[in-house]
């Protein structure tokens, strides 16, 4: 009998995990918070022990296949038997004084290029730990702790450290740097990386012969999980506000992502700002019932840039780039519209970079996220959009678990 297969997704706020069966239909799907900062591996761990221990025996005990996926660009460094050095350096952070020795090693641009990515994340993290430790990105370092064996990485979370999807390879420039043993060996997303070990299986009650498949980012997962239509676009409303879609031909740019998912190209770019923010000055049922007072066919007459923090990476990228929450009106619910608002036009603004760099313009856009049950939100952005907006329940988690079912399908198939 066909196995059901384990996706995990770690967020910026938590983790998730889902169980599909053996055909792709949801089983099992439960969430928990970091337990402390969300860039503290330890709370990483955490989280995954308890969600993987609190899956019902009788589906954990029969697991085939396990996918992670994690936040892109979320960098960690550790010793040669993974024990973290320090914190992860989250995808947000940027060294701006990097920027002119990475305009010099890849002068053509490219996600790697920029100072919020993942090469100068690295840049840091070398100067400050040495360079024989190993750099991980938060979902190959998960992947490695399940296999006690810290060599790989999934190209999808490599890319803004310089992994080249034409050449298949590392870019020439970042082979040529002092501490190129850093970095892991590179494997395809959906590819058989290894067997659990005999020590965390006993640990979490898994089997002993799981399979641990390469993930992909959370983003990805997120596209994975949605069932999409020709023309389709994606953006996730999270904590942070991420929009894909795919296309015939691969896009360069600085500050956009381009992945192959399943043969085809899929582009996009994450912005800093997003739902987080709301976080700051709204609890949950504030905005839920903030959010019924919203005439959503009406502007605010504020104009607001959410950015959770100095700097931007889509759809500008400016390491400098100033938040702007201010003015603050007496009505709570006028604030909230006028942050809404502000997203949308980051979104807006996204989707009209894409089609500046040749991705046409989405007939219809599908939401993911906690801020994709907001009715109020959906029908602004439909109106700044100008096409439909529709929204889809399945989490980012059940994205990855089918990366475990197709990776668990073809590694049986080939033995």
């Not at 490219?110 to 090469?119: D, E, I, P, R």
């Not at 060599?151 to 590392?170: I, S, T, V």
């Not at 059940?398 to 590694?411: D, I, K, S, T």
């Amino acid at each position: 009998m066909p196995s059901p297969v384990l996706g995990i997704d770690l967020g910026t706020s938590g983790v998730r995990v889902a169980v599909l069966d053996s055909e792709g239909r949801l089983m099992h799907n439960t969430s928990i918070g970091y337990n402390s900062r969300p860039n503290n591996p330890e709370s990483w761990l955490q989280a995954v022990r308890t969600l993987i221990r609190a899956i019902p025996d009788q589906i954990r005990n029969q697991l085939g296949a396990v996918a992670v996926d994690g936040t892109s660009g979320t960098l960690l460094a550790c010793d040669s038997v993974g024990r973290p050095l320090g914190d992860a350096l989250l995808y947000n952070v940027a060294f701006p004084e990097f920027a002119a020795n990475l305009k010099e090693l890849i002068p053509e641009g490219g996600s790697a290029s920029s100072s919020s990515g993942s090469l100068a994340r690295a840049m840091h993290l070398i100067q400050r730990h040495g360079p024989n430790s190993l750099l991980r990105h938060q979902a190959d370092w998960i992947s490695g702790w399940l296999l006690s064996d810290w060599r790989w990485g999934e190209e999808g979370n490599n890319l803004r450290m310089g992994w080249d999807l034409d050449l298949n390879r590392w870019h020439p420039a970042v082979e040529a740097l002092h501490w190129f043993d850093a970095l892991p060996t590179i494997r395809a997303s959906g590819a058989f990386l290894g067997v659990i070990t005999a020590e965390r299986a006993d640990q979490l009650g898994l089997p002993i012969n799981m399979k641990v498949i390469a993930g992909t980012t959370d983003s990805n997962a997120s596209v994975l999980a949605v069932n999409l239509e020709p023309g389709d676009g994606i953006t996730v409303l999270g904590t942070t506000l991420v929009i894909k879609r795919f296309t015939d031909i691969p896009i360069t740019a600085t500050g956009i992502t381009r992945h192959r998912v399943g043969g085809r190209w899929l582009c996009g770019g994450a912005s800093n700002a997003g739902a987080g923010v709301l976080r700051r000055f709204f609890t949950d049922e504030e905005l839920k019932e903030l959010s019924r007072q919203i005439d959503p066919d009406t502007s605010s007459g504020l104009v607001l840039r959410p950015l959770n923090s100095i700097g931007e990476r889509f759809p500008v990228d400016d390491p400098n780039l100033q938040p702007v929450l201010e003015p603050r009106p007496v009505s709570d619910a006028l604030y909230l519209h006028g942050l809404l608002e502000g997203l949308t036009e980051i979104e807006a603004l996204g989707w009209e970079r894409l089609r500046e760099l040749g991705a046409p313009t989405p007939s219809r856009v599908i939401s993911l996220g906690g801020g994709a049950r907001n009715p109020q939100w959906r029908r602004m952005r439909e109106r700044r959009l100008g096409c439909p907006v529709l929204s889809c329940n399945m989490p980012p988690a059940a994205g990855v678990a089918q990366l475990a079912r197709q990776g668990l399908m073809e590694h049986q198939s080939s033995h």
